[in-house]
């Protein structure tokens, strides 16, 4: 085992206390909850609060992102675990001013169960809480409601923050956040497995080797093959991404080339240069790119590729600053 | 091999080109010479050049922080190689303004020798550039000017760059940064090579093992070991940092954990509650933290920790606000 860590079954708790020290200018854990990562922004007054979320190991996710311009609130689980009902309950307490508040994560049973408990809970107080589950994962269903939600969390998370951020209903920055990840969809590979700290890998695969379409927990993908070239593996990805909205010639995007944790930035500019290659003979428009560690899992080689389709209003949301200890846009 | 690349010995200039088209409201590769990285506010008037670069494979350094507030342009060498003279001499060319311009660099045998030729160069052209090596890496030698730069090339560069953004003169500028390299020291530990994507890993290091004190390269470090607890690793590091400017009671310093490249951001912040528990215990304030990988060495699994001790004119130059592709201050 590779890692750098004490109790393993205190990673989570640790790496709490250690990232509202460091990022104390953004960030506090919850009073009365410590699996709640509140910005210093709240209590806010008139806005949507926008609470994201999941399981840990997936750092810059979901903490990352809370700060100005972008999450109120993260609910932290345990490592590749959803939060229990009462934290995400917690988050509501915490950042809602009467306007309500949205729930948004990555599409997962677990986290689906939870989340919706709270939404109960919350109801229960008269709070008003919708949910956009985000299912970016082309290649986890052929039936995009039942498909996961991976890196592209990044970027319909933002747009509905963005939305938030302008006064709007919970009804608009819920359509917002269902037209973002209508627009977004992603796929990756792996060439290693995350190791967890308690108890190593959570796959086998060898050096050499990849999977082409594998979800960040190891789920299973395309095939299980040689480790093949960047551009080729590139190759074999972006068909998937581009049919599968479709992404057409005139269309504009942003892009997220999303390193899983342990592949050099290096490679995730190797890769970038030919998912620009494939956009630029597709006609479509990049209008910003975002290269790195967005959401990972943990210490897994590997990356993922999104693309989000834009219009004016996804435009403006994406590029409207935020500040968070990681994502800061001028 | 996990590595995901084409052809092994076109990495850097399949990197550089997608850095310039991922990034490509920021930097641009000079027309005539692809190994020199500047910032699109180039040419700008009456301001002393920043110019930093080194071998490839450390990124986001030296790329990363070409930008706005931050360097004007990077040059950028073969994997852990030092850039060949020429490029060094374009940098100047195209960056400076007639105020002269600033080398900043870790302090390797190889960079010295090639970016020393270029300030001959450009000496026979009439244009002054200075030379501040950074040299914050405690362990790698007793001797202060023989040690070499790691991590806290981060600090030294933003406030060097900071300054020449105020109109300082090259004089003033030089002395900022031999300022903040005199405050900064740097240690960190590796529990991993690093792998080269033509060779495979630098040397050979077990699962299991660490070594702390190693350098960036591989290069030897106090001992190597069974792997420790991140506090133990911490508890071991930080006299080394502590004792060697020293840091006292009362100084105000920022700190910097740095991933070598493969560490989890989890580990990192894990690492960080440790560092902020020793200095609290040290009675010596954290002004601004910053944890991620800012100084890697590709894949390496590791760390290093930085401290710099500011006074008000350090503090106020590492606050400016910058806005580069791997570092945003507002």
């Known amino acids: ?41 709240t209590p806010m007054q008139d806005k949507v609060g926008v609470i994201i979320g999941g399981g840990s190991g997936h750092e810059p996710l979901f903490i990352g992102y809370v700060g100005s311009g972008f999450a109120d609130a993260a609910v932290v689980g345990n490592i590749n675990t959803s939060p229990s009902p009462e934290p995400c309950y917690n988050s509501v307490k915490a950042v809602d001013t009467g306007k309500g ?37 082309v290649y986890s269903s052929a039936t995009i409601a039942d498909r996961r939600g991976v890196a592209g969390d990044f970027f319909v998370f933002k747009a509905a923050a963005a939305k938030a951020d302008t006064g709007a209903s919970l009804d608009e920055v819920k359509d917002v956040a269902v037209h973002a990840n209508h627009n977004t969809r992603s796929m990756g590979v792996a060439l290693s ?27 299973p993908g395309v095939k299980r093959g040689k480790l093949e070239s960047a551009d080729k593996v590139v190759d074999q990805i972006m068909p998937y991404i581009l049919n599968d909205l479709p992404f057409n010639k005139g269309d504009e995007v942003n892009v997220l080339v999303n390193g899983l944790g342990g592949l050099p930035l ?8 030919r998912v620009a290659q494939i956009l630029a003979k597709h006609e479509i428009k990049i209008h910003i790119s975002f290269v790195g560690n967005y959401a990972t899992s943990m210490d897994m080689i590997g990356m993922s590729i999104t693309l989000i389709k834009l219009d004016e209003e996804l435009k403006k949301l994406l590029d409207a600053p935020c500040d968070t200890p990681y994502c800061v846009i001028k």
């Open 1 to 41: 085992m590779r890692r750098l860590v004490n109790d393993p079954y205190d990673v989570v708790e640790e790496m709490l206390e250690g990232y509202v020290l460091a990022h104390d200018k953004y960030v506090k854990l919850l009073a009365n909850d410590g699996r709640v990562v509140v910005s210093k922004k």
């Open 101 to 137: 508040c949205l729930f948004l994560y990555g599409n997962y049973a677990g986290d689906v169960m939870n989340f919706d408990m709270a939404v109960e809970m919350a109801s229960q107080e008269g709070i008003r809480v919708e949910t956009v589950l985000v299912t970016d994962d």
């Open 193 to 219: 497995s995350a190791t967890l700290p308690a108890s190593g890998p959570i796959f086998e695969m060898e050096d050499g080797e990849m999977e082409i379409g594998m979800g960040i927990h190891g789920e």
């Open 266 to 273: 290096m490679d995730l500019h190797i890769v970038y240069r």
